[in-house]
């Protein structure tokens, strides 16, 4: 039984301590998304505080198991004991280390992919991600717009490189012929990606 009363405490936290989790309009979209796919494993691309993660499993039927990979070992730990209050500890695994290392060496297929850790290796997550999603597929990516600059000529040099690599990232889920995408304009940005392989 998830505790719903602990979700919320986690979710103050999170605000509190300004740990980025996921927007509430973004998590409506996704809980539509959730709802109409029934998806059976879950991949997570940056767990934070296992915030998302919770909710997820909260939309998804017991059957759905959700593997997420966080690289701040201190953030990992404090999510490990987060989907324990929750209750959701027996669907989650909590993968410790750098996602660029960890995606190749993952033996399951996903039917959801769910992008949300650093915004500029977007472009590496996504080709490891369409290696691992089942046929038809969806692969969901947070911040996309990423405050406005992605669409705009923004060039400051601080957030240059992330900027570039969602440009591309862009670029790649919404020319290439196999991946059909829409991109919203919740939260800062979420695209859904639909792989055709």
Known sequence: MINKEELEILKKKA???????IMDDTL???????????PKRILEIGTAVGYSASKFAEYT????????IEIDENRANEAIENVKRIGVADRINIMIGNAVDIL?????????????AAKGKYPIFLEESIKLINDNGLILADNVLYKGYVMSD??????????????????????????????????????????HK
Not at 61 to 67: G, H, Q
Not at 110 to 115: A, E, S, W
Not at 177 to 193: A, K
């Open 104 to 116: 190749p060496t993952l033996d399951n297929k996903y039917d959801i992919v769910f992008i949300d």
């Open 28 to 38: 409506e979209k996704i809980k539509e998304i959730l709802e109409d796919e029934k």
């Open 61 to 68: 039927e017991k059957d759905c198991v959700i593997d997420t």
């Open 15 to 21: 605000l509190d301590d300004h740990i980025p989790i």
């Open 154 to 195: 923004y060039n400051l040099h601080k957030q240059r490189t992330a900027v570039r690599h969602l440009r591309e990232y862009i670029k790649e889920i919404t020319e290439n012929e196999n991946l059909e995408t829409e991109i919203l304009e919740v939260g800062d940005g979420l695209s859904i990606t639909r792989v």
